[in-house]
């Protein structure tokens, strides 16, 4: 009984090696002389009916007698063996037509598959792959739709645990949607590297977006190994290779690319397009010997723009790689041009082509969600991998759909990259929706510059709590003009300084002047206008030791110094100023997210916090106050920012909201309150001083809490922009990191 390979007896040996492969079907030579060799990745095999893609997957299982020829499975001779020996070798099977069994359920077609010993394929991971098998898991092979019994097929060959997987015609007739799904499946498993692909297709379009290059079969012969952009985009080629419209005699005028590997032997290593392909599907209905030519005028209004990483190898060497950006740019810094080329195109590159004359390396990444791209050197499907929903959200035909699904994908994929100084991007509402979220997932520091027609408006939600620098577009970004040009190359010109500002800063890192005059530790700070004395005191008693960063409490500062936490820049807080909370619950128009004190909770780190200018809710002009706090003591705090404040009811709400968060921490705790006021204008004798309403807060915080010897309330009878309750959080401070300082000092990480 064979024994299923272990692992590649050698490098280099190929997975798959056919040589001079012959089957007869009685006096019918069905392959003639067939070579091919797979080293790992996908490769397709197109041709037209009849030409024996087929019988060489049957050839390849031993589902048919050879005559003649050599069926190598790494390297190890599989001609003349049975099915089983070969299955159980590692060499899996996804037959035309699917062959399912009609009386068994999907969880028995599954179950039936795992026998012996487990391996990374189990019925469970393939209910994870298609959902939808496992909400059919207990319906018949029969009442499957044909794309559930196609992903049946397919996870029922995966169960083997195979090295390699043949697969005939797996998309035929199923629904486009399902097509994708397969295909982008299809390409991650073999980015996984664990199985190498053998794809049998007639579908154009299918088959050179898993695969570069393609095998071309033509009379029971592979008639060429071609590049998939070669064969994409040439309509002429196609015809004459798969079109019905020739007889076969006619279509091998052309040999085969030169073999690779001989002795003194130059080779011409394609260049596979990372732009737009127009795919011409010469077959738009299943062809016979006797169908007559498809018009042209049909096949050209048939034709499709694709832009599709590929996963295949040619003699071991990659062809398109998917994600590997920072391989791509072998190890130099670049700046990322992102956005829509299908509508911007234009304005985009003319930003590229300004930044290069700088002097700097560039990366065009294409968001292009209408199926429309104009090429780019990142195209959107590559940036669509990175996201969970992979391709077949960015095709939706909802634009808004599908923009919201590139802007979760390109934001995945953005911060994966290596080597990037900098992004700037340009376009309208769509684009800066698309782009900025990844511009927020980037570490503060690194250039960040959207060109929008937004610009002008309320950027809250597209800056978010990062350094993202907004310009304003002045016209709509629609062509190139006299002003557009202006806007656009200031915006250029100021990211080419920012990135090379940031290069000589990245090539000064490693000057040793550095370790004769460490870094103080970072320490956030958050401040209102209304607790100013009390963070200026605090800061002026760290500085010695720390360095202090003071984050304006105005619903993006929280955020901003959290961001800074769970980056890990910043390892210390003391959070004076939680007033961002009353906003959040009371309607004000500088909110925290729900998210406050999260990346405390996250990181563990030691927490040293205090109730300021919880006695407020920030709104704008008066008439801007809602309705139903038009009742409420008002002060004008500017003649655009009206305060409100807060009372006894809302008080005790918002210490049960800080108090279950606190208790989520897991690191130190000191939360310190001051008893006569917690801002400016609510101490004794000004306009919010309300003993009662605080009295509300600090009861609902002590009865919230669960104190412990790490978690701990501190009550002080001072305000808390009194020196003395400054140098009461600093104290709490430094016993929190009294042995934080210490382990710096040895040298260990704090």
């Known amino acids: 009984m064979a024994e299923r390979l272990k692992a590649p007896p050698a490098a280099g040996v190929p997975i798959l090696q056919i040589a001079g492969l012959n089957v007869f079907y009685g006096r019918s030579h069905a392959l003639q002389g067939v070579d091919l060799t797979l080293h790992s990745g996908v490769l397709s095999v197109v041709g037209r009916n009849g030409m024996g893609k087929t019988t060489m997957c049957k050839a390849i299982m031993g589902l048919v007698p050879i005559s003649a020829g050599s069926?190598?499975?790494?390297?190890?001779?599989?001609?003349?063996r049975s099915p089983a020996e070969i299955a159980r070798l590692g060499v899996g099977y996804v037959p035309q037509g699917r062959r399912l069994w009609r009386s068994l359920t999907v969880d028995e077609h599954l179950r039936l598959m795992q026998r012996g010993k487990r391996g990374a394929w189990t019925p469970e991971r393939v209910y994870e792959v298609f959902p939808r098998l496992a909400e059919r898991r207990n319906n018949g092979g029969a009442q499957l739709s044909g794309g559930e019994q196609q992903m049946l097929a397919i996870g029922r060959a995966l169960l083997l645990n195979p090295r390699l997987l043949v697969m005939d015609e797996p998309t035929e007739g199923l629904a486009p949607v399902i097509v994708a799904h397969v295909e982008e499946?299809?390409?991650r498993l073999a980015d996984q590297g664990d199985v190498a692909i053998l794809v049998i297709e007639q579908n154009i379009g299918v088959a050179t977006q898993m695969s570069d290059p393609i095998a071309i079969m033509v009379n029971g012969r592979v008639n060429r190994i071609i590049a998939a952009a070669t064969l994409a985009g040439d309509r002429e080629l196609q015809q004459r290779l798969l079109g019905v419209g020739r007889h076969g005699h006619d279509e091998t005028d052309s040999a085969p690319e030169?073999?690779?590997?001989?002795?003194?032997?130059?080779?011409?290593?394609?260049?596979?397009?990372?732009?737009?392909?127009?795919?011409?599907?010469?077959?738009?209905?299943?062809?016979?010997r006797w169908s007559q030519p498809v018009p042209a005028a049909r096949i050209e209004a048939q034709a499709?723009?694709?832009?599709?990483?590929?996963?295949?190898?040619?003699?071991?060497?990659?062809?398109?790689?998917?994600?590997?950006?920072?391989?791509?740019?072998?190890?130099?810094?670049?700046?990322?041009?992102?956005g829509t080329l299908d509508t911007k195109g234009e304005e985009l590159r003319y930003i590229r082509d300004l930044i290069r004359s700088e002097g700097l390396r560039t990366r065009l990444v294409d968001l292009s969600t209408s199926g429309r791209s104009a090429g780019g050197d990142v195209t959107p499907q590559q940036v669509a991998l990175a996201s969970a929903r992979g391709s077949t959200g960015i095709s939706s035909s909802d634009r808004g759909t599908a923009v919201a699904a590139m802007a979760e994908a390109f934001a995945a994929w953005l911060p994966r990259q290596e080597g990037v100084l900098g992004i700037i991007s340009a376009g309208g509402s769509g684009a800066t929706a698309m782009v900025t979220p990844a511009m927020q997932a980037l570490p503060v520091g690194l250039p960040k510059l959207m060109i929008s027609t937004m610009a002008s408006g309320d950027v809250r939600a597209y800056v978010g709590a990062t350094d993202i620098a907004m310009m304003h577009a002045v016209t709509d970004v629609q062509g190139l003009n006299r002003v557009s040009r202006l806007v656009l190359g200031n915006g250029a010109r100021a990211v080419s300084a920012m990135a090379k500002g940031r290069l000589a800063e990245l090539k000064r890192e490693g000057v040793a002047r550095r370790a004769a005059e460490p870094e103080k530790p970072l320490v956030g700070l958050t401040m209102?206008?209304?607790?100013?004395?009390?963070?200026q005191q605090v800061a002026k008693l760290l500085e010695p030791e720390w360095e202090p960063l003071v984050f304006h409490a105005t619903g993006t500062g929280g955020q901003s110094m959290e961001k800074l936490v769970d980056s890990g820049l910043v390892g210390a807080v003391i959070d004076v100023s939680t007033t961002e909370i009353c906003d959040l619950l009371?309607?004000?128009?500088?909110?925290a997210t729900e998210d406050r004190f999260g990346a405390i909770i996250r990181t563990r780190i030691p927490y040293v916090g205090s109730v300021g200018a919880l006695d407020m809710v920030n709104f704008f002009a008066p008439e801007t106050v809602p309705e139903r706090y038009r009742s409420r003591k008002l002060y004008p705090h500017n003649p655009q920012i009206t305060l409100?404040?807060?009372?006894?009811?809302e008080n005790a709400l918002m210490g049960r909201w800080i108090g279950e968060r606190l208790n989520q921490m897991e690191g130190p705790v000191r939360f310190l309150i001051p008893e006569r006021g917690v801002s400016a204008i609510d101490a004794q004798g000004q306009a919010f001083h309300d003993p009662a309403a605080d009295a509300a807060l600090f009861q609902s915080l002590e009865q919230t809490v669960r104190m412990s010897a790490s978690r701990q309330l501190i009550r002080l009878p001072l305000h808390i922009n009194d020196p003395a309750f400054a140098a009461a959080l600093v104290q709490q401070f430094r016993s929190l990191h009294a042995g934080r300082r210490r382990e710096r000092a040895s040298g260990g990480r704090s």
């Open 71 to 80: 069926i190598r499975f790494f390297g190890e001779e599989i001609a003349g």
């Open 185 to 187: 499946m299809l390409v």
């Open 258 to 288: 030169p073999a690779t590997g001989q002795a003194g032997a130059t080779r011409a290593v394609p260049v596979a397009s990372t732009g737009p392909m127009r795919v011409y599907n010469a077959n738009p209905v299943i062809p016979t």
């Open 304 to 338: 499709r723009t694709i832009s599709r990483p590929t996963l295949a190898t040619r003699n071991g060497e990659p062809v398109g790689a998917i994600r590997p950006l920072a391989v791509a740019t072998a190890g130099e810094p670049y700046v990322v041009i992102a």
């Open 528 to 535: 209102f206008g209304v607790t100013t004395p009390c963070v």
């Open 586 to 591: 009371m309607g004000g128009f500088l909110p």
């Open 644 to 649: 409100m404040r807060t009372n006894a009811e």
